[in-house]
């Protein structure tokens, strides 16, 4: 138990072989005493009330997809029944109920552990702008250990838990992923909902995602994501499952003239050959003048959006401004000198510099950064507070700023020993194609996981998924590969994903009627048909209600559940459509059927 990785396959693979939940609790709060920070937690539940979680969950649910994973959460995210800080002890009050990704999460079976440090108000980079005790770096001690989101990168970084909930604004839930040696998953803006979190600045923050994979990551975040009513700032953003992520594709990378190391070779070594790895694998890099992406990030903290960071504690500043961290306070109230008029030129100056961006953009696939120009250590930050904490955001400020998504990966350490990470961003919508990505990018790149030391598992084989803007549609008739209707799928942009089968509740009937004859998908109760064989094929959202009106009675769309468990929308047949067809079930597919019957008759637009 001691030696067991706390990553999603691990855990599941434990649960499945009879471990109980209860054990995991013990190990985690084992862990945490052994690892002694006690910078971690702002707020740590008793172990008594975990373990009460862990046996409310009932017997192994492989059905939920986190069931028995422990989390925890930054204290600027609400858990019911707990205090928030936001990592200011005058700012406190008690949440009345769980956020509304903690209540997600928790409904997908995660155990939640605890609430953790912060940089005061989701304002910094560096993990040491609180008042509590920072947290240390998970891999070097002299490091900072990154903000705003420290202690939840910190307790993934040393495998208390599986994965943690940070914010991200100008870059917290991606510089700390890099300095401890983990993932960070920055969504798409308005994916995971606000509702229950202390803002840093609401129009541009984020709930993000810590893990010591990438796919941990991803099904952290399928399992958060979701439209929220109560929060203003939620849309309903496409949560594609992963797959294979096709070759040739243009990543933007900064060029000479403009990439930023501040003088440490060591990470422009590191980079390269990142870079070099994505090249083998068939990319064609595109080197890019990143200074529009700069000018983007220097407004983060000028004007309108330090304004909006004021919005959040102006009355503490002016009523308890020594509550308030003092660097924390140096820019927030940098605020006070703006007006309105500043605040609208911000907005303005803005749309400009991001239409400069918008060439450069739309000829790429992504961009592929460093997630941090250099490492700074502690002793840098208490000679400094303020430099080396915009550095840190040198590839991260504008993000949010142009609504990207962005996954920071770890690959293989420098040659000096820190942590390898990368940062691969895209457009708004497109976090399952990062994620895709990031997944083989983190597999070509040999690394060990946080600072414990665990390989990294071997992959999952991933499935062809559609993309955004695209639903998945089963077919099991003339609509398949290579026979008569198939035209029908092509022609309105239809993509092949994937051969697969029914699972066995399924029976296959050649419908009355014709010429040509029809096939009838018809299911049963598990277990009373057979496995029958289908394509799913992508197809444009935009094209699916008209090729919906061409199905003709008793067919139509439905659910079909797959072998291996999942399900799609495809073909199925009425019941009452099946009065004088012929059962085929046993020939296993319509292209059986129709070499052994030579239905050689011509083909109506029917599935």
């Known amino acids: 138990m001691f030696d067991l990785p706390f990553t999603f396959s691990s855990l599941e693979a434990a649960y499945a072989g009879g471990t109980a939940p209860e054990d995991i609790v013990e190990?985690?709060?084992r862990r945490i005493e052994a690892i002694g920070d006690p910078g971690i937690f702002i707020h740590l539940l008793d172990k008594e009330e975990v373990l009460e979680q862990a046996s409310e969950l009932g017997a192994f649910d492989a059905t939920?997809?986190?069931?028995?994973?422990?989390?925890?959460?930054?204290?600027?995210?609400?858990?019911?029944?707990?205090?928030?800080?936001?990592g200011c002890p005058a700012y406190t009050y008690q949440a009345g109920e769980d956020a509304f990704v903690v209540g997600n999460l928790r409904q997908a079976g995660a155990l939640l552990i605890g609430k953790t440090n912060l940089d005061q108000f989701a304002t910094g980079l560096v993990g040491v702008r609180s008042p509590f005790q920072p947290p240390k770096n998970a891999v070097d001690p002299a490091i900072v250990p990154g903000g705003s989101s420290s202690g939840s990168a910190v307790a993934?970084?040393?495998?208390i838990v599986s994965f943690s909930l940070g914010t991200d604004t100008a870059g917290?839930?991606?510089?700390?992923?890099?300095?401890?040696?983990?993932?960070?998953?920055?969504?798409?803006?308005?994916?995971?909902?606000?509702?229950?979190?202390?803002?840093?600045?609401?129009?541009?923050?984020?709930?993000?995602?810590?893990?010591?994979?990438?796919?941990?990551?991803?099904?952290?975040?399928?399992?958060?994501?979701?439209?929220?009513?109560?929060?203003?700032?939620?849309?309903?953003?496409?949560?594609?499952?992963?797959?294979?992520?096709?070759?040739?594709?243009?990543?933007?990378?900064?060029?000479?003239a403009s990439i930023e190391f501040c003088g440490d070779s060591v990470q422009e070594a590191s980079f390269r050959d990142t870079v070099a790895l994505l090249k083998a694998e068939g990319a064609?890099?595109?080197?890019?003048?990143?200074?529009?992406?700069?000018?983007?990030?220097?407004?983060?903290?000028?004007?309108?959006?330090?304004?909006?960071?004021?919005?959040?504690?102006?009355?503490?500043?002016?009523?308890?401004?020594?509550?308030?961290?003092?660097?924390?306070?140096?820019?927030?109230?940098?605020?006070?000198?703006?007006?309105?008029?500043?605040?609208?030129?911000?907005?303005?100056?803005?749309?400009?510099?991001?239409?400069?961006?918008?060439?450069?953009?739309?000829?790429?696939?992504?961009?592929?950064?460093?997630t941090m120009p250099t490492f700074y250590s502690v002793?840098?930050?208490?000679?400094?507070?303020?430099?080396?904490?915009?550095?840190?955001?040198?590839?991260?400020?504008?993000?949010?700023?142009?609504?990207?998504?962005?996954?920071?990966?770890?690959?293989?350490?420098?040659?000096?020993?820190?942590p390898g990470n990368v940062t691969l961003l895209a457009a708004a919508g497109r976090d399952g194609f990062l994620a895709s990505l990031g997944t083989r990018l983190e597999q070509m790149a040999p690394h060990t996981l946080g600072a414990t030391g665990w390989a990294l598992p071997a992959p999952s084989d991933l499935l062809p998924a559609p993309g955004p803007g695209e639903i998945a549609i089963a077919v099991c008739g003339a609509h398949m590969s290579g026979m008569a209707l198939n035209g029908e799928l092509t022609g309105r942009g239809g993509r092949f994903l994937r051969a697969a089968q029914t699972s066995d509740a399924y029976t296959l009937h050649a419908l009355a009627g014709g010429p040509p004859k029809r096939p009838g998908l018809v299911r049963g109760p598990a277990g009373s048909g057979t496995a029958i064989e289908l394509e799913v094929w992508a197809l444009p959202a935009t094209e699916v209600g008209g090729f919906?009106?061409?199905?003709?009675?008793?067919?139509?769309?439905?659910?079909?559940?797959l072998s291996e468990g999942t399900s799609v929308t495809g073909f199925i047949c009425e019941a009452a459509g099946l009065q004088g067809a012929e059962n085929i079930s046993h020939l296993g597919s319509w292209r059986n059927f129709t070499a052994s019957a030579a239905v050689n008759q011509p083909v109506v637009a029917a599935e």
């Open 27 to 29: 190990e985690v709060f």
């Open 64 to 86: 939920k997809p986190l069931w028995g994973i422990p989390f925890v959460i930054k204290d600027n995210i609400d858990a019911g029944g707990r205090p928030t800080t936001a």
């Open 156 to 159: 993934v970084g040393h495998g």
């Open 172 to 256: 917290s839930g991606r510089v700390p992923a890099a300095l401890n040696n983990i993932v960070g998953l920055k969504p798409t803006l308005g994916a995971l909902s606000a509702t229950g979190v202390v803002p840093a600045c609401r129009t541009l923050d984020t709930i993000s995602i810590f893990a010591l994979t990438v796919a941990d990551a991803y099904t952290a975040y399928q399992a958060a994501a979701g439209f929220d009513d109560q929060d203003a700032y939620s849309r309903p953003v496409e949560v594609a499952d992963l797959s294979p992520v096709t070759t040739g594709l243009r990543i933007g990378i900064p060029d000479s």
């Open 284 to 370: 064609d890099i595109v080197e890019v003048d990143f200074t529009p992406f700069y000018d983007v990030a220097h407004m983060l903290y000028e004007g309108a959006w330090v304004a909006e960071r004021h919005t959040v504690i102006e009355d503490l500043m002016k009523e308890n401004p020594e509550a308030v961290h003092p660097v924390t306070r140096k820019v927030v109230g940098a605020a006070l000198d703006l007006s309105a008029t500043d605040a609208f030129r911000g907005f303005y100056r803005l749309k400009e510099l991001a239409r400069k961006t918008e060439p450069v953009l739309a000829k790429l696939d992504l961009l592929c950064v460093p």
């Open 379 to 418: 002793a840098d930050l208490e000679a400094d507070p303020i430099g080396p904490n915009s550095r840190n955001g040198t590839y991260t400020n504008f993000v949010n700023l142009l609504d990207m998504c962005g996954l920071a990966v770890p690959v293989s350490p420098r040659s000096d020993g820190r």
């Open 548 to 561: 919906l009106a061409g199905i003709p009675a008793p067919l139509g769309l439905g659910t079909v559940e």
